[in-house]
T-cell receptor
Framework: GDSVTQMEGPVTLSEEAFLTINCTYTATGYPSLFWYVQYPGEGLQLLLKATKADDKGSNKGFEATYRKETTSFHLEKGSVQVSDSAVYFCALGGATNKLIFGTGTLLAVQP | DTEVTQTPKHLVMGMTNKKSLKCEQHMGHRAMYWYKQKAKKPPELMFVYSYEKLSINESVPSRFSPECPNSSLLNLHLHALQPEDSALYLC??????????????FGSGTRLTVV
């Protein structure tokens, strides 16, 4: 069945460092892919999305490209800030008519 | 209005109490969801409503009872809960059950503690 695999955390970076959080997926058909962010004590917010192969989603300096050949949707940011500290979830929307979430990756950015 | 509003934000209840969680959206979305999230884990799907009818029940114990009074409201009735039911309960909505191109919009959640 459909599934999402995310890199284990926590990821600890210094401010202004480059961020990559890996996400790969298994799905039938052509799923939509999402990154959600959850700040402490809050719900999930949609960060960015891509709905077809080679699409690049971007928002707030974060980017991810839908790579069908490698079944990946890695999240990147060129220069992280302390305010980016949160849990990041990769998710897939496919044939099951529900979002499938990865396990989440905790990002901690130190000043 | 692009928000999903959940009330209350925090709830403490005893194991013999009856309480309800409420969720409201005015985006015209026709699918609504209840999730349970434990600390350091991804959200777990509990129930899905599509066009105000229960579409998916992920084998949730009967002490959790969902209700969808109209297209904008979703309730979760709680009765005789156990301490292990303590968690963050998230409501979400989407344009449609099948159209997932836009993802889900989540509320901020209700932090439930069962004592």
């Amino acid at each position: 069945g459909d599934s999402v695999t995310q890199m284990e955390g926590p990821v600890t970076l210094s401010e202004e460092a480059f961020l990559t959080i890996n996400c790969t997926y298994t799905a039938t058909g052509y799923p939509s892919l999402f990154w959600y962010v959850q700040y402490p004590g809050e719900g999930l917010q949609l960060l960015l999305k891509a709905t077809k192969a080679d699409d690049k989603g971007s928002n707030k300096g974060f980017e991810a490209t839908y790579r069908k050949e490698t079944t990946s949707f890695h999240l990147e940011k060129g220069s992280v800030q302390v305010s980016d500290s949160a849990v990041y979830f990769c998710a897939l929307g496919g044939a099951t008519n529900k979002l499938i979430f990865g396990t989440g990756t905790l990002l901690a950015v130190q000043p | 209005d692009t928000e999903v509003t959940q009330t209350p934000k925090h709830l403490v209840m005893g194991m013999t109490n009856k309480k309800s969680l409420k969720c409201e959206q005015h985006m015209g979305h026709r699918a609504m969801y209840w999730y349970k999230q434990k600390a350091k884990k991804p959200p777990e799907l509990m129930f899905v409503y599509s066009y105000e009818k229960l579409s998916i029940n992920e084998s949730v114990p009967s002490r959790f009872s969902p209700e969808c009074p109209n297209s904008s409201l979703l309730n979760l009735h709680l009765h005789a809960l156990q301490p292990e039911d303590s968690a963050l309960y998230l409501c979400a909505s989407s344009q449609d059950l099948v159209v997932l191109n836009y993802g889900y919009t989540f509320g901020s959640g209700t932090r439930l503690t069962v004592v």
